[in-house]
């Protein structure tokens, strides 16, 4: 009789974490796993066979979209929302929380971060802002910000540091591309100019005056 391999003790060779899932074992119903890569390394193989720079874009342009934000909004509609914000939003609601911000912020605070700006500006430094105040009170966005800053806000992350030029549309992490923006202003800013909206040709008007 055919002895049966543990797959539970593969290792993917980059990492050491445990290796991607193929399927379950009939005999058994054991999780059949890859030999030598975990999800995330098999993913970014897949992705560099077929010449995409990661595998999300790899399944987004699968799917016949050109890029995620009309990806995602698609099955949003498909579903019933107005968009895929609308349901993110839907979604936190549903689990008790006042709208998807509000969830992201909840996470944070049980990870023992003090909001979901402070847990961002922890994984990525180069994200803390560098003034103490939000640049967007002068209109540069289009709308003027709002958010009346104290100390208290400062120190839970409120502040964050923004590229006036998204890395995506070429913008470098040079000083004159960079200008710290309040959480608020910059998720609007996202959502205004995110790739496949109609307007995200104006971040070129971005550009601090």
Not at 111 to 122: K, P, V
Not at 195 to 203: A, F, I, L, T, V
Request: hydrophobic residues 25%.
């Amino acid at each position: 009789m055919r002895k049966l391999i543990d797959h539970s003790k593969r290792r993917c060779k980059i990492c050491g974490d445990i290796t991607h899932p193929t399927g379950k074992r009939k005999s058994d119903g054991v999780t059949l796993r890859m030999k030598d890569l975990c999800t995330k390394h098999h993913q970014e193989n897949v992705a560099k066979r077929n010449g995409k720079k990661n595998y999300r874009t790899l399944i987004v342009n699968n799917a016949g979209f050109e890029t995620t934000y009309e990806y995602v909004n698609h099955y949003a509609k498909q579903a019933g929302f107005e968009d895929h914000h609308d349901r993110l939003n839907h979604n936190a609601q549903s689990a008790g929380f006042e709208d998807h911000h509000d969830r992201l912020n909840h996470n944070a605070q049980s990870a023992g971060f003090i909001s979901h700006s402070d847990r961002l500006n922890s994984k990525h430094p180069s994200r803390k802002y560098r003034k103490d105040y939000c640049e967007n009170i002068d209109g540069r966005l289009g709308f003027k910000c709002t958010t009346k800053i104290t100390e208290d806000m400062i120190k839970a992350g409120v502040l964050e540091v923004d590229h006036i030029i998204p890395r995506t549309k070429g913008g470098k992490d040079d000083d004159e591309n960079l200008q710290t923006l309040c959480c608020n202003c910059h998720k609007m800013k996202g959502w205004l100019f995110e790739d496949g909206n109609p307007s995200s040709d104006k971040y070129m008007v971005l550009e601090s005056t």
